[in-house]
Every structure is written in C-alpha cells, then in structure tokens.
C-alpha cells in the first residue's frame, strides 16, 4: 500500500483560498493517477478532481470548475489541489487516492476505480 497522506486543511473564510497535498510516505507517486475526493457530514463521498499518470488530462466536478486546480509536481512526488473562491459548501474532508496502471491520459474521479486511499484533511469554509 502507498500510505496516502493529505495535508493543508484548515479554516478558510468564504472566498479564500487553500491548497491540499497528497503524497506518499512509501513510495514516489509519480507514476500514478490521483484522484481527490471529498465527503461533507451526512452526504455521501464526491469525486472533486483527478489527474492522468501522464499528467496530461485533468477532470474537475461541476461544483468546483474554474476555482480548484489539480497539479503534480514530480521532484517533489506530490500532487496538490489549488482550491479558490471558496464556499461554506465546500466544506468537506478531503481525500486523495491512487490508482496504479499503464501509462495513459485517463483519469475518473469515480471513486471504485482508486486502489489506495488517504486518511482525509478537514477543510471547513466559515465566516
């Protein structure tokens, strides 16, 4: 297993903005597509994000279009997710997760297809 973790939640004001990573404490996730997800009390787990093992597709919910941003910088093996303008409704813990496969530009934020999962960052959007 990667042993996922995530990290830079907190607590944002309406319209600020934050940014999550994702790495691995075993191995280099260079060669894997990511995937980051959400899930807010009482509602089920969303697909936010996901990013291609080739880096060059990206996928982004409706909800979040245009003011998140998914990102891998591989020197670093990390993956991060640039979230902007935003809203109490983004309120969630966030999840990365990691999906191994053969080099390709796909990439779902259907969470079934992820192998390995994060333990999840709080980020609470609040005045």
């Known amino acids: 297993q990667l042993h996922l973790v995530e990290s830079g939640g907190g607590l944002v004001h309406p319209g600020g903005s934050l940014t999550l990573s994702c790495t691995s404490s075993?191995?280099?996730?260079?060669?894997?597509?990511i995937g980051w997800f959400r899930q807010a009390p009482g509602k089920e787990r969303e697909g936010v994000s996901c990013?291609?093992?080739?880096?060059?597709?990206?996928k982004y919910a409706d909800s979040v279009k245009g003011r998140f941003i998914v990102s891998r910088d591989a020197a670093k093996s990390t993956v991060y997710l640039q979230m902007n303008s935003l809203k109490p409704e983004d309120t969630a813990v966030y999840y990365c997760?990691?999906?191994?496969?053969?080099?390709?530009?796909?990439?779902?934020?259907?969470?079934?297809?992820?192998?390995?999962w994060g333990q999840g960052t709080q980020v609470t959007v609040s005045s």
């Open positions: 997760a990691a999906e191994e496969g053969p080099y390709s530009d796909f990439c779902t934020i259907e969470p079934g297809q992820y192998d390995d």
């Open positions: 075993r191995f280099a996730l260079d060669f894997y597509t």
């Open positions: 990013l291609s093992n080739s880096d060059r597709r990206t």
